[in-house]
């Protein structure tokens, strides 16, 4: 069970990682909201674009928890 739990902590820390070198990337906003759209799409959900900055703003507010708990 051990093994199980490194498993889920690394894949957290995989996807926050990610999710932080796109949202923090030297990119202007609409395209880095563009990428994320896209990639969804992709994936078969699709967002307007209320939704979009929605769930931008969630993950920009999240991140910058992890960073303040992190200090």
Do not use: Q, S, W
Not at 3 to 24: E, K, P, Q, R, T
Not at 46 to 51: P, Q, S
């Amino acid at each position: 069970m051990k093994a199980l739990d490194y498993l889920v902590a690394f894949l957290g820390g995989a996807v926050i990682g990610a999710a932080a070198g796109i949202l923090l990337a030297p990119e202007k906003g609409t395209d880095t909201r563009e990428r994320i759209a896209e990639a969804l799409r992709k994936r078969g959900i699709k967002l307007n674009r209320k939704d979009m900055d929605a769930l931008v703003d969630d993950i920009t507010e999240e991140l910058g928890n992890v960073v303040d708990t992190a200090e």
